[in-house]
């Protein structure tokens, strides 16, 4: 296991230097050698003398409960790569190349049709994948299944279902109440002093330095060779200032969950992340719940007018409020803590149907034009703001996207739990004290790695499964101050 | 080959980063991802049914000129890995990682006493593997060959022997003679300004930034994950100007020359560079032939000075004077043209006795520093600045000092040629006009990757195999200009 360990590590350097610091000309070779290390670790995984080994031990009584722990979630992943035929892992791998490439040119083109006939083959595969995988109810279970273990349309249908409500209503609300002044953040804002306190913030929500570092690329993002080595990256945009300092947070908190996973367990699945779910309620917890926390901007603001003195004149209530602007928009990476569900929502619908069959591919952008007029309001006047805005797809990744509301949803959960732990949090954070929330974190998410399911681990550490209310509560809470609306 | 050729530069990758930008405690990880893509990528290689498959290729009829040479090469590099067991193979590697680690600590207390044991270990090991390769007239000519395919005692001998005495007689010329100035080299230069110019001499020279790229790392390195993807490294002292801007172009020559590599060889011997020596010939024609004269630091003179008005009153021949002062001295690394050969030949004697079995490792510090006295005239203070400077035998690596000087003599027989070939090669440099070098270079060096010997080399593209004679006109020109001497 910890052979192919490294070479996924390895493959993983070559994907960070790929984003960060790849020269131009390096893209063609770069490819084949990442695509070659993919190979070899698939290889040495479904080794069928692998899998014996694994029933073996999975049957025996030799292992310690972690150990058996450990060769139990390897078997299940085992099993699953034995599911598929290694012509359709072919077909796929074409597939997905083609699709992305596609995109890539519809986005220029500024035109679903040029996507459509390469992402109607993607999807026409990802339904032979559901079949191969295997589903009680729903064809789109065993693809959630894939980025979420134990997420179904059952489970997810109620979810939304039951957020969807609550949400509009206080969007609406909100857009009757005077929207805050966020005019500021739009200034000029050097590179070089953001660059410098973006790092200051990671060493204040306890990045360690000495097993990781931040470089920049073009979209943020996160990955590790070793708990001991995390890279997070960032952009910097010298007309926002917003933009760096709550992605360096959100990313700094995935970098924390991956520092923090056991050392020990290096290329095995307790030393691994628990879900995509629980990863991205990392990044949550510390960007929105902690970072866009009044008690935290009131912290940091000493700093960065050091860094910003043209921030003179803002006090830190009227950061706070602006960093909390509710304004329904296109484009879900750039869109609030409140109606960036409505834009997962969209998403779920449509690969629900997709995949369910009742949703045929060339009428993607029209159905995605009417939710977004339904549920935000807006009108998207072309595809590239629209249906062709997300990677995901052309990249065959069906089933994601609902891991990012489930991550708020969890960030909320725990959340709530740390505030019963700790009834003066809101002091500690105001006096830029971490510690308890570190050491909750390390005990009840971390120390895990994967040996729980994340409904397990909510369960578990909160003391019930994910319930909305906590989010709700808390998002109930953030907008009533910003917006001065009563409960 | 390809995916041997994938593996090989993802561990290169590994390497670069881990000398770039690891953060400290990734080491530990990052040392055995490396170990392991090394181990799958030599597994890869020494295939019994690859063997098989060489070798009836290599004796079949179906192959074009330049494909049979590509199969050629590699079974003579699969017949010789052949010729190691296993068992050797780890105990070499147990024996060099003790090795460094005991050279680590013997500078760290400045005794070589703390490296003896596992050096004896090393050598022991050597020896062994000398005879395994097999050799015709001494053993060191076996380890000699790994680093310089064809070079011999017998050869290196007579070249040494050769140089000893007009080098020494041409040293103490220069040293009746008045030094140069050079004590406006180790003023106060900005590191952000010194990081510009060295990327401006890159440029200058050639060196394509879409293909490649410079960091900084502690000790100055290239490497390349392609042809089109070269990583040069430098390092930055603020108190000394030229040891940034010789050492950018020292590395840049080698750049340049991946860079070169045909592109459509990846992976095959042809796209490999040709040896040690012709490597090393690239760096120092930049680095020395090129980079010391006084035409290009005449035609740099303007930039420099823009980066640096502390030079505003030192004029060109005063830089050239200075960087090309001669001053025998304990450090190799620091050393100038001349003296260089000599530090090359000290670590050349002592390992052809050590592998030979005529000198005791208890013996190294004792002989090290009488032949310092004899070649140099310079008493060592201590094992730390003497026999315990280098890094090459606490890695196993004897045999690969002598191509270091080889390179000088390459490079001033092949700029000898470049010379005849363009008569005006020296209004070209003083123009910052390169495209004749880089023309020559690339039709009788680059393209030719492997395909040559070193010696087979030099003699298709100067006429002649390597003499001494170029060499020496190019030093004792070069110094009779710098001290006035007449020649």
Same mark, same amino acid.
């Given at each position: 296991m910890?052979?192919?360990?490294?070479?996924?590590?390895?493959?993983?350097?070559?994907?960070?230097d790929?984003?960060?610091?790849?020269?131009?000309?390096?893209?063609?070779?770069?490819?084949?050698?990442?695509?070659?290390?993919?190979?070899?670790?698939?290889?040495?995984?479904?080794?069928?003398?692998?899998?014996?080994?694994?029933?073996?031990?999975?049957?025996g009584?030799?292992?310690?409960?972690? *150990?058996?722990?450990?060769?139990?979630?390897?078997?299940?992943?085992?099993?699953? %790569?034995?599911?598929? #035929?290694?012509?359709?892992?072919?077909?796929?791998?074409?597939?997905?190349?083609?699709?992305?490439?596609?995109?890539?040119?519809?986005?220029?083109?500024?035109?679903?049709?040029?996507f459509?006939?390469?992402?109607?083959?993607?999807?026409?595969?990802?339904?032979?994948?559901?079949?191969?995988?295997?589903?009680?109810n729903?064809?789109?279970?065993?693809? %959630?299944?894939? =980025?979420?273990?134990?997420?179904?349309?059952?489970?997810?249908?109620?979810l $939304?279902?039951?957020?969807?409500? #609550?949400?509009? +209503?206080?969007? +609406?609300?909100?857009?009757?109440? #005077?929207?805050?002044?966020?005019?500021?953040?739009?200034?000029?804002?050097?590179?070089?002093?953001?660059?410098?306190?973006?790092?200051?913030?990671?060493?204040?929500?306890?990045?360690?330095?000495k097993?990781?570092?931040?470089?920049?690329?073009?979209?943020? $993002?996160?990955?590790?060779?070793?708990?001991?080595?995390?890279?997070?990256?960032?952009?910097?945009?010298?007309?926002?200032?917003?933009?760096?300092?709550?992605?360096?947070?959100?990313?700094?908190?995935?970098? %924390?969950?991956?520092?923090?996973? @056991?050392?020990?367990?290096?290329?095995?699945?307790?030393?691994?992340f628990? +879900?995509?779910g629980?990863?991205?309620?990392?990044?949550?917890?510390w960007?929105?719940?902690?970072g866009r926390?009044?008690? $935290?901007?009131?912290?940091?603001?000493?700093?960065?007018?050091?860094?910003?003195?043209?921030?003179?004149?803002?006090?830190?209530?009227?950061?706070?409020?602006?960093?909390?602007?509710?304004? #329904?928009?296109?484009?879900?990476?750039? +869109?609030?803590?409140?109606?960036?569900? =409505?834009?997962?929502?969209?998403r779920? *619908?449509?690969e629900?149907?997709?995949?369910?069959?009742?949703? @045929?591919?060339?009428?993607?952008?029209?159905?995605?034009?009417?939710?977004?007029?339904?549920?935000?309001?807006?009108?998207?006047?072309?595809?590239?703001?629209?249906?062709?805005?997300?990677?995901?797809w052309?990249?065959?990744?069906?089933?994601? =996207?609902?891991?990012?509301? %489930?991550?708020?949803?969890?960030?909320?959960?725990?959340?709530?739990?740390?505030?019963?732990?700790? @009834?003066?949090?809101?002091?500690?954070?105001?006096?830029?004290?971490?510690?308890?929330?570190?050491?909750?974190?390390?005990?009840n998410?971390?120390?895990y790695?994967?040996?729980?399911?994340s409904?397990?681990?909510?369960?578990?550490?909160?003391?019930?499964?994910?319930?909305?209310?906590? =989010?709700?509560?808390?998002?109930?809470?953030?907008?009533?101050?910003?917006?001065?609306? @009563?409960?």
């Amino acid at each position: 296991m910890r052979r192919i360990a490294d070479i996924k590590y390895a493959s993983a350097v070559l994907q960070w230097d790929q984003e960060t610091y790849l020269p131009p000309m390096g893209a063609a070779f770069r490819g084949r050698q990442i695509a070659t290390l993919s190979e070899i670790g698939h290889e040495l995984f479904v080794k069928p003398s692998f899998g014996q080994l694994l029933r073996t031990l999975a049957e025996g009584n030799d292992l310690t409960g972690a *150990e058996l722990r450990n060769v139990q979630l390897t078997l299940e992943d085992y099993s699953k %790569l034995e599911k598929y #035929p290694s012509s359709f892992v072919r077909k796929m791998s074409e597939a997905t190349s083609a699709a992305y490439h596609a995109w890539i040119e519809a986005r220029r083109e500024n035109s679903f049709k040029v996507f459509e006939n390469k992402l109607e083959a993607l999807v026409s595969l990802k339904k032979e994948e559901a079949q191969l995988l295997g589903f009680e109810n729903h064809p789109y279970d065993a693809l %959630l299944n894939e =980025f979420e273990k134990g997420a179904t349309v059952a489970w997810l249908d109620g979810l $939304f279902n039951d957020l969807k409500q #609550p949400l509009g +209503s206080l969007l +609406s609300q909100i857009l009757d109440r #005077p929207a805050p002044e966020d005019g500021f953040l739009k200034q000029y804002f050097d590179k070089d002093a953001q660059w410098q306190l973006g790092l200051e913030l990671l060493k204040i929500i306890g990045f360690n330095f000495k097993a990781g570092r931040q470089d920049i690329s073009e979209h943020p $993002f996160t990955t590790n060779f070793s708990a001991q080595d995390v890279r997070v990256t960032t952009r910097i945009d010298e007309h926002d200032f917003a933009s760096m300092v709550w992605s360096c947070l959100h990313e700094g908190g995935h970098g %924390l969950y991956e520092q923090g996973l @056991p050392v020990d367990q290096y290329g095995l699945p307790r030393g691994e992340f628990c +879900s995509l779910g629980i990863h991205e309620s990392q990044s949550r917890l510390w960007e929105n719940c902690v970072g866009r926390s009044e008690s $935290f901007i009131k912290y940091i603001m000493p700093l960065v007018k050091q860094y910003f003195p043209q921030l003179e004149n803002i006090n830190s209530h009227g950061l706070f409020a602006a960093v909390n602007k509710v304004q #329904p928009s296109l484009i879900r990476t750039e +869109s609030d803590e409140l109606t960036y569900h =409505f834009h997962v929502m969209i998403r779920y *619908e449509i690969e629900k149907k997709l995949i369910g069959g009742s949703l @045929p591919v060339r009428e993607i952008p029209e159905y995605w034009n009417s939710l977004y007029q339904e549920l935000l309001g807006v009108a998207v006047p072309d595809d590239k703001s629209g249906c062709l805005q997300d990677i995901h797809w052309s990249h065959g990744s069906f089933g994601y =996207f609902p891991t990012y509301t %489930l991550g708020s949803l969890y960030a909320a959960q725990f959340y709530d739990s740390i505030g019963k732990s700790y @009834p003066d949090l809101d002091q500690k954070i105001g006096a830029g004290n971490f510690g308890s929330i570190h050491q909750w974190l390390q005990s009840n998410v971390y120390q895990y790695g994967r040996n729980f399911t994340s409904g397990e681990l909510c369960n578990k550490v909160t003391g019930s499964p994910l319930q909305l209310e906590y =989010f709700q509560r808390y998002i109930t809470e953030k907008y009533s101050h910003v917006y001065q609306m @009563p409960i």
